[in-house]
Every structure is written in C-alpha cells, then in structure tokens.
C-alpha cells in the first residue's frame, strides 16, 4: 500500500490509469450489439411464454382447487415479470452503476 500511495504522490496525485469505454474501438462491435439485442429478444418472448403458461397453470390450478399447481402457476408470472423488467432495465442499470463506478474517487 506504500507503494502505491508513493507512485500517485511521484505522479502529482494525477489518476495513473484512465477508461472510457468506446464500442467502436474493436472489430465486430455492431456485430456484438446486434448480437445482443437479439438475445434481448428471445429473452422477452420466453419471458412471454412463461407468463402465459404460468397464467395458464394458476387459472387451472385454482379452477381445479389444486393450491400447488396454482401456486407453480403463480410463481411462473411473478419470474416471468420479474424477468421482462430485468431485460427492458438491464441497459439502464448498467449504465447507472457504471456512472456509480466512475464517481467513486
């Protein structure tokens, strides 16, 4: 720890290392992006599925008075839900942690 507080007082206090992210900078960037939002996509029409089948179960379910098939049935919407929220917020949750890095001094 010395060390280190001895290179940053023999660089004036300046940051020693520095990042700014830039997906133009690699090859295949667009690639990646096109990658991912696509993954996105598929996440969100099995977030779909599973909703329905979820909604499906808990209806039969209580319909039957089967507490456990309803119950299965519940969970599914819930993580089903709770799944499509994560993808549509994942950009911005990234994004805001990441500025939460950055400002961390």
Do not use: C, D
Request: zero cysteines; proline letters at 4%; charged letters at 5%.
């Amino acid at each position: 720890m010395e060390n280190l507080r001895t290179a940053v007082s023999l660089h004036g206090g300046r940051n020693l290392v520095t990042l700014a992210p830039s997906p133009t900078q690699l090859p295949g960037s667009a690639t990646l992006q096109s990658l991912v939002n696509g993954l996105a996509g598929w996440a969100l029409i099995a977030a779909m599925a599973g909703l329905v089948v979820g909604a499906g179960l808990w209806a039969l379910g209580a319909h039957a008075q089967n507490y456990n098939q309803a119950s299965v049935g519940r969970r599914a919407v819930l993580a089903s839900l709770g799944a499509a929220i994560l993808i549509g917020a994942a950009p911005v949750l990234v994004n805001f942690f990441f500025k939460a890095g950055v400002a961390a001094h």
